[in-house]
Every structure is written in structure tokens, then in C-alpha cells.
């Protein structure tokens, strides 16, 4: 008996310890899954894949107000999915890769906890 609930303190405690540390690293996660949460944003991350775009461009293929399109940029540079520039009256926008880099360390991360 006294065995086992050593384990659960040692197994509580380790759990807790990797909790701290994810909360303390990754700050950024919630935000990356929040953004990629819709579906909008995604097909937005997904044209970006391909190329550097405009915001009219990234707009073009939407039934929304040009603001609303702007709304999801906005979530997704919050995220740091996406990082934009303005050179004159034209605001590009490009993935940023290492961002999804992180996502998909998360997950990979949890998939190999899984199968040991």
C-alpha cells in the first residue's frame, strides 16, 4: 500500500512538474491552436503555404467584408502563424514557419508519449 501511494505522489508531482514547464515555455501554443481552430484561418495558412500574398488576395476567395478578413490576419499574427508587411498601400502577408514548427513539435511530442 504504502508503495503505491508513493507512486501516485511521484507521478502527481511529475505531472506537475511538466505542467509548470509548459505553462512557463509555451505560452504561444494556445494562441497557434486557437487561431488554426478555424476554418477560415486555415485555408488562409494554407494559401500562404504556397507564397507570400496580399491581403486582397488572401480576401478574394471569401464571402466576407474585407474587414472580417483582416480580423482573422489579425488572430493569425497574434498567433505568430503569420507576419505581414506594408510597403505603400499594400499589406503582404507570409507564413511563418517556425511557428507551425512548434505546433507541430506539440503534437509530435504527444504522439510519442503515446506509444511507449
Known amino acids: 500500500m504504502v508503495?503505491?501511494?508513493?507512486?501516485?505522489?511521484?507521478?502527481?508531482a511529475g505531472a506537475q512538474l511538466l505542467l509548470n514547464e509548459m505553462l512557463n515555455k509555451k505560452p504561444d501554443l494556445d494562441l497557434i491552436f486557437q487561431a488554426l481552430a478555424d476554418p477560415t484561418r486555415?485555408?488562409?495558412?494554407?494559401?500562404?503555404?504556397h507564397g507570400p500574398a496580399a491581403v486582397s488576395e488572401l480576401a478574394?476567395?471569401?464571402?466576407?467584408?474585407?474587414?472580417a478578413v483582416v480580423q482573422h490576419l489579425q488572430a493569425l499574427e497574434a498567433s505568430?502563424?503569420?507576419?505581414?508587411?506594408?510597403?505603400?498601400?499594400?499589406?503582404?502577408?507570409?507564413?511563418?514557419?517556425?511557428m507551425l514548427g512548434e505546433a507541430e513539435h506539440w503534437l509530435h511530442a504527444r504522439r510519442v508519449a503515446e506509444e511507449a
Open 80 to 98: 505568430g502563424l503569420v507576419r505581414s508587411e506594408k510597403v505603400g498601400r499594400v499589406r503582404t502577408c507570409r507564413i511563418a514557419r517556425d
Open 42 to 49: 486555415r485555408a488562409m495558412i494554407e494559401r500562404l503555404s
Open 3 to 12: 508503495r503505491s501511494s508513493r507512486r501516485r505522489h511521484v507521478d502527481s
Open 60 to 67: 478574394r476567395p471569401f464571402d466576407m467584408t474585407l474587414p
